[in-house]
């Protein structure tokens, strides 16, 4: 047996990573520490993932019931075949399951797996079965690791929403979001109009001191070039080791920096050919920077003077020395004056280190429990005390803004200081994370394991597990803002998928709501700033202005006191805000004024109407709507009892994002009358056709729900675009098309519309898949509208810097709005160079004459030419013909002659490089039915091959909310499907999809609605 050690890195409650020497953290107080954990592996396992997850289950899981082997089994079964296209099973007993990959399938007995030591034997059978055919099927090594880890995380996925297993290349980050510190120059970026963009060089950094600016587009990170780079991957290239050095060239705008809100959306010039079809950019200013990197650390905790002698503290992470980060601000900022009130903002915040959440709350509190937390049957209880020597102030009045955001050590903090009546907590309920994950790591190069192993209680023992810290006071912005209401939203919800286990303590807390309810109206969207900034992501300033006025009118060393005092500026503020709602819902028609609420069941009937944007009055009602379309949902409501109802409102609940939330105002209804409010709504293109459900609910204010009605949304299929590319490359003047270094290359996009319905917002682009040894010049373009059946081309340029490894590069063409998108890569041919002549010519080209990309006259075939072209010049045996004012290719000539006067242009037919698997329907389901199953059926079709074809069926109300319900193995350029597909009640989606190979498919999503 090999004994395998684990470094306890520290308990944490984030997905994050700390250093493995402990002996040397500060802790104020030091937590109590377990002992290292041990596990033993087989040394003859065959994947020790497996084991080693299994095995710290087995020894450490906090809670030993739920390690059910046929659960666990099925759950990761459930996740490999949603995740690996061409792995898909069938249980068809509690006691045989049969997997299959592309045409393989194999019989698992289960009958063995009595517990969860069997367990890694069936797993690891079936994991050797599906690895082994991956490989036989040529799968890349990536998707043969994405399958081991799919099954093992959708098993612990199915034990709790935390416990996850981590490849190794992601470990680094994991530390450096712990740890808080990298190698790098100190800026943050972010991708604006399609480029890296610096947003903020932080103060006392390389990059700020040697005069990078807000706004410098990153053109060129050393000898690469950033056209179409993905933001991690330029974040990547500019960390490093200390004291290497970073080259980068900026673009810097003359014009002022535009507003960091601006999305940028490139305008389409109308040009009808061949085109660069791309926003003209600011050639602004071109410098050059070289930052030499060093130590560079995340800003944990900032602070500012509030009016009234109140100091604002923002935490934005518990990283490794946020409590050091504290202790010094507050020193900072309390040299010359003492606060006469504290507010600590931990809105938004996701957590972070246990032992960081408790030196924190300690830095408030001079004693008593600060956490407790427990682990599985057996365990030892671990409490962690406040000390006086770990104080900065007990005694000054607090409050502690919080939100539906705020998590794990955050809530920590929160709980600590509410349940010792330390400080008055403000903001929304928090998110409800009350489990202790730990970090086991088996070295360098290993995946990481992070485990639920222990679940926390707040002072009294109380667990706020799935339920949160309940403010005292919940306060919410709200208001109507370009007739968007948004005045009663409740706390959110906290909704764990149905496969993953909700955890559930027998500790929570009963139930709670705050003391007071104070919704603060605003008539305008405030944009908060978009520099990243640890102060950006905290409460905003009406918040953190309600707390202030708190803590000068009311404040108190005590929450309980301060709370006591609280009640005549709490009915101040509600009845000025009242006031303020009144007269702004007057302005609209809206009759808010407060009547008597009767007992009596009320009785009313509700009107949807669907209007056209142009139609004011809604005198042609649409009866049914498309995807794309925009539209006003109007909801008439009349009262149809006989006593006056007031404040009466709607608000609508949906499956549907741009239904779903959108509140109705209808205010004050007398007997008989009624009353009508209208949202203007935009359905997404991507939205699949059919019927989306949505629910009213009437609610009179002060009295709750008074109604509900149930309605659906028709929406019918417009039609989809679809896209199919070729392309041609070939130097920039002239040449044998085969990249030698230091030549200039154009390729040119042939974009087609291949599907029944328009493009909205298409783009070609092309990205650069082989480090510096290509540099990207020009890598995209956007096109107008593109009909069915129309073709666009667009032009991409780059330079070659080095050819002695592949050159490869990926090309796609997408629609953002439709989410429709296709794309490929290929390796660009290279060779040493073809000595050439330029003198024109004309030449015959014989029917299904071949053309090629280069003079070698072999590789990818660029398609057929028949009649007279023009040739500009000879490359050995082949001539270089024009076969479009820019398209040039190669073919063998056999014809050199004068042509006739009348001669006609050559007729060139394009090989498709590109063209997704098409999904052609016979029988399509009903978008509303009260039956269990549809049956769908159908033809796949491609030009060349299919490699297979699934169906997924995604409903996230139920015990199986995504699930593989058809598998079928690929028959050539065509395959009929017929298959029943199982309906659970509410909203189902479809998605068929068809594979050519695995960068290449084609799908098809469906709606259907179960009643």
Same mark, same amino acid.
């Given at each position: 047996?090999?004994?395998?050690?684990?470094?306890?890195?520290?308990?944490?409650?984030?997905?994050?990573?700390?250093?493995?020497?402990?002996?040397?953290?500060?802790?104020?107080?030091?937590?109590?520490?377990?002992?290292?954990?041990?596990?033993?592996?087989?040394?003859?396992?065959?994947? $020790?993932?497996?084991?080693?997850?299994?095995?710290?289950?087995?020894? !450490?899981?906090?809670?030993?019931?739920?390690?059910?082997?046929?659960?666990?089994?099925?759950?990761?079964?459930?996740?490999?075949?949603?995740?690996?296209?061409?792995?898909?099973?069938?249980?068809?007993?509690?006691?045989?399951?049969?997997?299959?990959?592309?045409?393989?399938?194999?019989?698992?007995?289960?009958?063995?797996?009595? /517990?969860?030591?069997?367990?890694?034997? #069936?797993?690891?059978?079936?994991?050797?079965?599906?690895? @082994?055919?991956?490989?036989?099927?040529?799968?890349?090594? /990536?998707?043969?690791? &994405?399958?081991? !880890?799919?099954? +093992?995380?959708?098993?612990?996925?199915?034990?709790?929403?935390?416990?996850?297993?981590?490849?190794?290349?992601?470990?680094?980050?994991?530390?450096?979001?712990?740890?808080?510190?990298?190698?790098?120059?100190?800026?943050?970026?972010?991708?604006?109009?399609?480029?890296?963009?610096?947003?903020?060089?932080?103060?006392?950094?390389?990059?700020?001191?040697?005069?990078?600016?807000?706004?410098?587009?990153?053109?060129?990170?050393?000898?690469?070039?950033?056209?179409?780079?993905?933001?991690?991957?330029?974040? &990547?290239? +500019?960390?490093?080791?200390?004291?290497?050095?970073?080259?980068?060239?900026?673009?810097?705008?003359?014009?002022?920096?535009?507003?960091?809100? *601006?999305?940028?959306?490139?305008?389409?010039?109308?040009?009808?050919?061949?085109?660069?079809?791309?926003?003209?950019?600011?050639?602004?200013?071109?410098?050059?920077?070289?930052?030499?990197?060093?130590?560079?650390?995340?800003?944990?905790?900032?602070?500012?003077?509030?009016?009234?002698?109140?100091?604002?503290?923002?935490?934005?992470?518990?990283?490794?020395?946020?409590? *050091?980060?504290?202790?010094?601000?507050?020193?900072?900022?309390?040299?010359?004056?003492?606060?006469?009130?504290?507010?600590?903002?931990?809105?938004?915040?996701?957590?972070?280190?246990?032992?960081?959440?408790?030196?924190?709350?300690?830095?408030?509190?001079?004693?008593?429990?600060?956490?407790?937390?427990?682990?599985?049957?057996?365990?030892?209880?671990?409490?962690?005390?406040?000390?006086?020597?770990?104080?900065?102030?007990?005694?000054?009045?607090?409050?502690?803004?919080?939100?539906?955001?705020?998590?794990?050590?955050?809530? +920590?903090?929160?709980?600590?200081?509410?349940?010792?009546?330390?400080?008055?907590?403000?903001?929304?309920?928090?998110?409800?994370?009350?489990?202790?994950?730990?970090?086991?790591?088996?070295?360098?190069?290993?995946?990481?394991?992070?485990?639920?192993?222990?679940?926390?209680?707040?002072?009294? %023992?109380?667990?706020?597990?799935?339920?949160?810290?309940?403010?005292?006071?919940?306060?919410?912005?709200?208001?109507?803002?370009?007739?968007?209401?948004?005045?009663?939203?409740?706390?959110? =919800?906290?909704?764990?998928?149905?496969?993953?286990?909700?955890?559930?303590?027998?500790?929570?807390?009963?139930?709670?709501?705050?003391?007071?309810?104070?919704?603060?109206?605003?008539?305008?969207?405030?944009?908060?700033?978009?520099?990243?900034?640890?102060?950006?992501?905290?409460?905003?300033?009406?918040? +953190?202005?309600?707390?202030?006025?708190?803590?000068?009118?009311?404040?108190?060393?005590?929450?309980?006191?301060?709370?006591?005092?609280?009640?005549?500026?709490?009915?101040?503020?509600?009845?000025?805000?009242?006031?303020?709602?009144?007269?702004?819902?007057?302005?609209?028609?809206?009759?808010?004024?407060?009547? $008597?609420?009767?007992?009596?069941?009320?009785?009313?009937?509700?009107?949807?109407?669907?209007?056209?944007?142009?139609?004011?009055?809604?005198?042609?009602?649409?009866?049914?709507?498309? =995807?794309?379309?925009?539209?006003?949902?109007?909801?008439?409501?009349?009262?149809?009892?006989?006593?006056?109802?007031?404040?009466?409102?709607?608000?609508?609940?949906?499956?549907?994002?741009?239904?779903?939330?959108?509140?109705?105002?209808?205010?004050?209804?007398?007997?008989?009358?009624?009353?009508?409010?209208?949202?203007?709504?935009?359905?997404?293109?991507?939205?699949?056709?059919?019927?989306?459900?949505?629910?009213?609910?009437? !609610?009179?204010?002060?009295?709750?729900?008074?109604?509900?009605?149930?309605?659906?949304?028709?929406?019918?299929?417009?039609?989809?675009?679809?896209?199919?590319?070729?392309?041609? !490359?070939?130097?920039?003047?002239?040449?044998?098309?085969?990249?030698?270094? /230091?030549?200039?290359?154009?390729?040119?996009?042939?974009?087609?519309?291949?599907?029944?319905?328009?493009?909205?917002?298409?783009?070609?682009?092309?990205?650069?898949?082989?480090?510096?040894?290509?540099?990207?010049?020009?890598?995209?373009?956007?096109?107008?509208?593109?009909?069915?059946?129309?073709?666009?081309?667009?032009?991409?340029?780059?330079?070659?810097?080095?050819?002695?490894?592949?050159?490869?590069?990926?090309?796609?063409?997408?629609?953002?709005?439709?989410?429709?998108?296709?794309?490929?890569?290929?390796? @660009?041919?290279?060779?040493?160079?073809?000595?050439?002549?330029?003198?024109?010519?004309?030449?015959?080209?014989?029917?299904?004459?071949?053309?090629?990309?280069?003079?070698?006259?072999?590789?990818?075939?660029?398609?057929?030419?028949?009649?007279?072209?023009?040739?500009?010049?000879?490359?050995?045996?082949?001539?270089?013909?024009?076969?479009?004012?820019?398209?040039?290719?190669?073919?063998?000539?056999?014809?050199?002659?004068?042509?006739?006067?009348?001669?006609?242009?050559?007729?060139?037919?394009?090989?498709?490089?590109?063209?997704?698997?098409?999904?052609?329907?016979?029988?399509?389901?009903?978008?509303?039915?009260?039956?269990?199953?549809?049956?769908?059926?159908?033809? #796949?079709?491609?030009?060349?091959?299919?490699? %297979?074809?699934?169906?997924?069926?995604?409903?996230?109300?139920? *015990?199986? =909310?995504?699930?593989?319900?058809?598998?079928?193995?690929?028959?050539?350029?065509?395959?009929?499907?017929?298959?029943?597909?199982? @309906?659970?009640?509410?909203?189902?989606?479809?998605?068929?999809?068809?594979?050519?190979?695995? &960068?290449?498919?084609?799908?098809?999503?469906?709606?259907?609605?179960?009643?």
């Amino acid at each position: 047996m090999l004994k395998r050690h684990s470094c306890w890195l520290l308990i944490l409650l984030l997905a994050t990573q700390f250093a493995c020497d402990h002996k040397t953290a500060k802790r104020k107080p030091k937590p109590e520490v377990p002992p290292e954990p041990i596990v033993e592996v087989s040394e003859k396992s065959p994947f $020790p993932e497996l084991a080693v997850t299994l095995a710290y289950l087995r020894s !450490y899981y906090y809670d030993p019931t739920k390690l059910k082997p046929d659960e666990m089994l099925a759950a990761g079964l459930e996740e490999l075949q949603s995740d690996i296209a061409s792995v898909a099973f069938v249980q068809t007993t509690p006691k045989l399951v049969t997997v299959q990959v592309d045409k393989e399938k194999r019989d698992f007995d289960l009958s063995k797996m009595t /517990d969860i030591g069997k367990l890694e034997e #069936v797993i690891s059978d079936i994991l050797k079965f599906v690895t @082994l055919e991956l490989k036989k099927n040529g799968a890349p090594a /990536d998707e043969i690791e &994405d399958s081991i !880890y799919s099954f +093992i995380n959708g098993m612990l996925e199915a034990l709790d929403p935390y416990s996850v297993l981590i490849k190794p290349k992601y470990t680094d980050d994991l530390e450096m979001q712990t740890k808080g510190e990298y190698g790098g120059v100190g800026m943050v970026l972010s991708v604006r109009d399609w480029e890296i963009t610096v947003i903020h060089p932080t103060e006392g950094t390389p990059a700020f001191e040697e005069g990078v600016k807000e706004g410098d587009v990153i053109t060129q990170i050393d000898d690469e070039s950033t056209v179409n780079m993905l933001l991690n991957d330029a974040v &990547d290239k +500019i960390r490093g080791p200390e004291n290497t050095d970073v080259t980068i060239m900026v673009r810097r705008s003359k014009k002022a920096p535009k507003d960091p809100g *601006d999305s940028g959306d490139p305008k389409d010039p109308k040009d009808p050919g061949l085109r660069k079809v791309e926003k003209e950019k600011d050639p602004g200013e071109v410098k050059k920077f070289v930052l030499r990197r060093r130590q560079i650390k995340l800003e944990s905790v900032s602070a500012r003077w509030l009016p009234g002698n109140v100091l604002y503290l923002r935490i934005n992470h518990f990283i490794n020395y946020t409590t *050091d980060d504290l202790t010094a601000k507050y020193a900072e900022f309390t040299k010359d004056k003492k606060p006469s009130g504290l507010i600590l903002d931990l809105a938004n915040n996701p957590g972070g280190l246990l032992p960081q959440s408790v030196t924190v709350s300690n830095a408030f509190l001079s004693g008593g429990v600060i956490v407790s937390t427990v682990g599985a049957p057996g365990s030892q209880k671990q409490v962690f005390h406040a000390e006086e020597k770990g104080t900065l102030n007990a005694e000054t009045p607090m409050v502690v803004l919080v939100s539906s955001q705020s998590a794990s050590a955050s809530e +920590i903090v929160a709980g600590a200081l509410k349940g010792q009546n330390r400080a008055l907590v403000v903001g929304e309920t928090t998110y409800g994370k009350g489990t202790v994950q730990q970090i086991f790591h088996q070295g360098q190069g290993q995946p990481i394991l992070k485990m639920t192993i222990r679940e926390y209680l707040t002072p009294g %023992d109380v667990s706020i597990q799935q339920v949160g810290v309940v403010p005292h006071v919940r306060f919410v912005s709200v208001g109507v803002i370009d007739d968007i209401v948004s005045l009663f939203w409740p706390d959110a =919800p906290k909704e764990t998928p149905k496969r993953t286990r909700t955890i559930k303590s027998d500790r929570q807390r009963p139930d709670e709501q705050p003391r007071y309810e104070v919704r603060h109206f605003i008539t305008e969207r405030r944009d908060r700033d978009q520099k990243n900034r640890v102060e950006d992501t905290g409460a905003d300033e009406d918040t +953190i202005e309600f707390a202030r006025r708190i803590l000068v009118e009311a404040g108190k060393p005590k929450a309980s006191e301060t709370l006591a005092g609280l009640e005549a500026l709490v009915k101040k503020h509600l009845a000025e805000e009242d006031a303020r709602i009144v007269a702004d819902l007057a302005r609209r028609s809206v009759d808010w004024k407060k009547a $008597p609420t009767s007992a009596r069941t009320p009785s009313m009937k509700l009107k949807p109407l669907l209007c056209a944007t142009d139609d004011a009055g809604c005198a042609k009602p649409l009866e049914t709507l498309s =995807p794309g379309q925009e539209f006003f949902l109007e909801l008439h409501l009349e009262n149809a009892g006989d006593e006056v109802l007031s404040r009466v409102y709607g608000v609508v609940s949906s499956p549907a994002d741009f239904l779903d939330g959108h509140e109705y105002l209808f205010g004050q209804l007398a007997p008989g009358k009624s009353f009508s409010w209208r949202t203007r709504l935009s359905i997404p293109h991507r939205t699949a056709a059919g019927v989306e459900p949505y629910q009213v609910d009437i !609610y009179e204010q002060g009295r709750g729900k008074i109604g509900e009605f149930r309605q659906n949304l028709v929406l019918s299929e417009p039609g989809r675009p679809k896209f199919a590319f070729t392309f041609a !490359y070939g130097e920039e003047n002239g040449g044998d098309g085969l990249a030698q270094k /230091d030549e200039t290359f154009l390729l040119h996009m042939q974009v087609k519309n291949i599907g029944d319905g328009p493009s909205e917002k298409l783009v070609s682009m092309m990205r650069n898949e082989s480090k510096n040894r290509l540099f990207l010049l020009e890598g995209r373009a956007h096109h107008e509208k593109l009909a069915p059946g129309q073709e666009t081309w667009a032009t991409m340029k780059y330079r070659i810097q080095d050819t002695k490894a592949p050159l490869k590069i990926e090309l796609s063409v997408f629609d953002t709005e439709f989410s429709e998108s296709v794309s490929r890569q290929f390796e @660009l041919p290279v060779g040493a160079a073809v000595d050439g002549s330029f003198q024109p010519f004309a030449t015959l080209l014989p029917e299904n004459t071949p053309i090629w990309h280069t003079a070698g006259l072999s590789g990818l075939q660029l398609g057929t030419g028949a009649g007279w072209a023009d040739a500009v010049g000879m490359y050995g045996t082949a001539c270089r013909l024009k076969l479009t004012d820019r398209v040039f290719g190669f073919a063998a000539c056999t014809l050199r002659t004068d042509p006739p006067k009348d001669r006609k242009p050559p007729v060139i037919a394009w090989t498709p490089h590109v063209v997704p698997p098409r999904i052609l329907l016979t029988s399509r389901p009903e978008s509303l039915t009260k039956a269990e199953s549809v049956v769908i059926a159908g033809e #796949v079709v491609h030009p060349a091959s299919i490699r %297979d074809f699934y169906i997924i069926v995604s409903n996230f109300k139920s *015990d199986k =909310p995504k699930q593989k319900v058809y598998y079928a193995p690929g028959k050539g350029g065509s395959l009929k499907f017929d298959s029943t597909i199982p @309906l659970s009640p509410g909203l189902n989606q479809i998605l068929l999809v068809a594979r050519h190979d695995k &960068d290449l498919v084609g799908h098809l999503l469906l709606s259907v609605v179960r009643e």
